[in-house]
């Protein structure tokens, strides 16, 4: 993927690691591969909590929750994160759409029924 062009990190966390030798420099939850981006993404259009938990259960609370603070902390790395994976998806002519969703999907962990929320 070559050089990481994100932001320098201003408050790291223990459970987000970025390493240029894993997902491309993309801050990502320690001892996995799930990008901070992608949790971010969901719990910023509503997902809740639990339901990321359910999605990733090997990740734990404190992991998630971690990720999601380090997102706080570092807006700018996860939005230029953000901006890189659209770009690199856009370049290699795959579908963007839902990138950036405006519009979250439920998932049916648990027994759940899908269903679109707003």
Do not use: C
Request: glycine share 8%; proline share 11%; aromatic share 6%.
């Amino acid at each position: 993927m070559g050089k990481v062009d994100l932001p320098i990190v201003l408050i790291p966390h223990p459970h987000v690691r970025v390493d240029p030798n894993v997902l491309g420099g993309s801050p990502h939850v320690v001892g996995s591969r799930v990008p901070v981006r992608r949790l971010w993404t969901f719990f910023r259009n509503g997902t809740p909590v639990e339901t990321i938990l359910r999605r990733y259960p090997k990740l734990g609370p404190a992991k998630v929750f971690d990720a999601l603070a380090f997102a706080a902390d570092n807006p700018e790395v996860v939005e230029a994160d953000l901006e890189r994976e659209a770009t690199l998806l856009e370049k290699s002519g795959q579908k963007t759409e839902g990138v950036r969703p405006t519009k979250q999907i439920d998932l049916p962990f648990n027994g759940d029924s899908p269903k679109s929320s707003s």
